[in-house]
């Protein structure tokens, strides 16, 4: 009876709906933390979720989408299409992964791969900002320095948390998608260019 009691108390049933927010709030942050700081660790993978995921892939998005809403022959990317390529991407990997002997769960490596966006949204964002200048050679090559350091961060910041999880033997099979997965993000980045 006292175990009950003890396990009642520690659910989230009867916890707040702000305490539940800050909670998962704080976890991001901290898997955040995890991707700017890659190191090997099973931290990542033990405590996944996907809100952190959702968030960069939604801000990305946004981020890329181009001009009015009602204008659908700008030639961007659509909120959906980067939607879609991200998270179709993941699965893919994940897939990938499992199917090589990899000894990770589908929604760890998709926890991964999503927290992993965290350095080209990044990018997008300072791109972004850089694009409020005038065009020129400079501009671009600003631009492409962002995108290759980031872009970089995001391999080495999920090869950290995935590599542990293959057969030795089948790393470069399962490294070799991860960084097609992250160079088209980075093409749709670098790409990117306001009407």
């Known amino acids: 009876m006292r175990s009950r009691i003890r396990e009642f108390d520690n659910s989230t049933?009867?916890?707040?709906?702000?305490?539940?927010?800050?909670?998962?709030?704080?976890a991001v942050g901290k898997k955040f933390m995890h991707v700017l700081y890659p190191?090997?660790?099973?931290?990542?993978?033990?405590?996944?979720?996907?809100?952190g995921p959702l968030i960069l892939c939604v801000t990305l998005a946004l981020m890329l989408q181009k001009g009015s809403v009602d204008n659908e022959k700008?030639?961007?990317?659509?909120?959906?299409?980067?939607?879609?390529?991200?998270?179709?991407?993941?699965?893919?990997?994940?897939?990938?992964?499992?199917?090589?002997?990899?000894?990770?769960?589908?929604?760890?490596?998709l926890c991964v791969l999503g927290y992993c966006i965290l350095p080209l949204t990044v990018a997008m964002l300072i791109c972004r900002l850089v694009l409020l200048a005038e065009?020129?050679?400079?501009?671009?090559?600003?631009?492409?320095?962002?995108?290759?350091v980031m872009f970089a961060?995001?391999?080495?910041?999920?090869?950290?948390?995935?590599?542990?999880?293959?057969?030795?033997?089948?790393?470069?099979?399962?490294?070799?998608?991860v960084f097609l997965f992250y160079f088209i993000i980075s093409w749709m980045i670098l790409t990117f260019t306001p009407e």
């Open 13 to 26: 049933l009867n916890e707040s709906v702000r305490n539940t927010i800050m909670r998962d709030l704080k």
């Open 39 to 51: 190191r090997r660790s099973n931290t990542l993978l033990r405590d996944w979720d996907l809100w």
């Open 74 to 109: 700008d030639g961007g990317p659509q909120f959906a299409e980067v939607f879609v390529i991200v998270w179709f991407g993941a699965v893919t990997i994940t897939l990938n992964s499992k199917l090589l002997g990899g000894n990770i769960s589908f929604f760890q490596s």
């Open 135 to 148: 065009a020129g050679p400079v501009n671009f090559m600003v631009r492409l320095f962002v995108v290759i």
């Open 153 to 177: 961060w995001s391999v080495v910041a999920s090869t950290a948390f995935l590599a542990d999880s293959q057969p030795p033997n089948r790393k470069v099979l399962a490294v070799y998608p």
